[in-house]
């Protein structure tokens, strides 16, 4: 019902923009959240936008570099992500959450999609 995508690797300072699509069933009514997995460490927040894409929350080391989005219909979710760093190194994983309102627990995100590889060379 989730699938990511648009990973790749690229250099530190570029950019890549993740998009996440989902039915309309999945997400219509739902917060939506991106989370990231680096090897050998937990799943991490990264950014979550609210039903109506009204409200944005994101971890303290993306804040100023990624902005979460969805389109009009709500059925895609952007991640755009600049000034890459090597330690945004990671698969990145979107999530639909139980509510409308974004938060940052993983808990609180009932599906999931496969992750998109991101690779940030220094």
């Known amino acids: 019902q989730l699938q990511a995508y648009g990973g790749g690797l690229v250099q530190a300072g570029d950019s890549l923009r993740l998009s996440c699509a989902t039915s309309r069933r999945t997400s219509s009514n739902n917060a939506m959240g991106w989370f990231r997995q680096a090897p050998g460490k937990e799943r991490e927040f990264v950014a979550a936008v609210s039903w109506n894409g009204g409200r944005t929350i994101y971890a303290d080391s993306v804040k100023g570099r990624f902005t979460i989005s969805r389109d009009y219909g709500g059925n895609v979710v952007y991640l755009q992500m600049n000034s890459l760093k090597p330690e945004d190194t990671a698969v990145y994983y979107c999530?639909?959450?139980?509510?409308?309102?974004?938060?940052?627990?993983?808990?609180?995100?009932?599906?999931w999609g496969q992750g998109t590889q991101v690779t940030v060379s220094s």
């Open positions: 999530a639909a959450a139980t509510s409308t309102v974004a938060t940052t627990l993983a808990r609180t995100y009932k599906f």
